[in-house]
């Protein structure tokens, strides 16, 4: 199973490789045909890349603090498959707190379900982004108390329902 895993890694890094090396020749290709674009375009790139440079890093600080404090163990007690309400709570909790794109909280989440996690919690991690506490106070300016109290409790029961979907269509389909 090891071998398997170490083949699979060894192909995902070869298709990274290849990709990057695609999109260096389209870019090589249409430096010539529209070369003004093409340094607008990469110009963009290294704005977006410095943007998100800071959020990359402290995600990989993350994951270097949960390789360290985190063992599977732990990671089994709160957000396994014996963790209960606890996980899904806690699950909710840090989607709601966490920041920056998301796609840089898929490495530490990768890392999180190797040592344990629940997929379903993973999900309900996701989906509980959509609450953002700095955008909270301009909800309430609009929409009242009442409504964002109540859209936020809903969104926290849909996303742990969305969860259990995913559990439960998870496990029909390992046992197949």
């Known amino acids: 199973m090891k071998f398997e895993k170490n083949k699979s890694s060894r192909k995902n890094f070869y298709y990274g490789f290849v990709f990057l090396f695609l999109v260096i020749i389209i870019y090589f ?8 674009n093409i340094i607008i375009s990469l110009q963009s790139s290294w704005i977006i890349f410095f943007n998100i440079l800071p959020i990359l890093i402290f995600v990989i600080f993350l994951m270097g603090i949960s390789n360290y404090f985190l063992k599977p163990n732990k990671v089994s007690k709160y957000l396994g498959k014996e963790s209960g309400l606890k996980g899904w709570l806690l699950s909710a909790l840090f989607g709601i707190i966490s920041h920056g794109p998301i796609y840089v909280w898929y490495p ?7 040592n344990g996690m629940r997929t379903g919690l ?30 936020c409790i809903y969104m926290i029961i849909a996303s742990i329902i969305q969860g259990k979907i995913i559990e439960i269509y998870e496990k029909r389909n390992t046992m197949m």
């Open 29 to 36: 290709s249409l430096f010539f045909l529209d070369s003004n």
């Open 108 to 114: 530490l989440l990768e890392d999180l379900k190797k």
């Open 122 to 151: 993973i999900a309900v991690f996701l989906y509980n982004r959509a609450i953002k506490i700095p955008l909270l106070p301009i909800m309430v300016f609009y929409f009242g108390i009442i409504f964002v109290i109540t859209l």
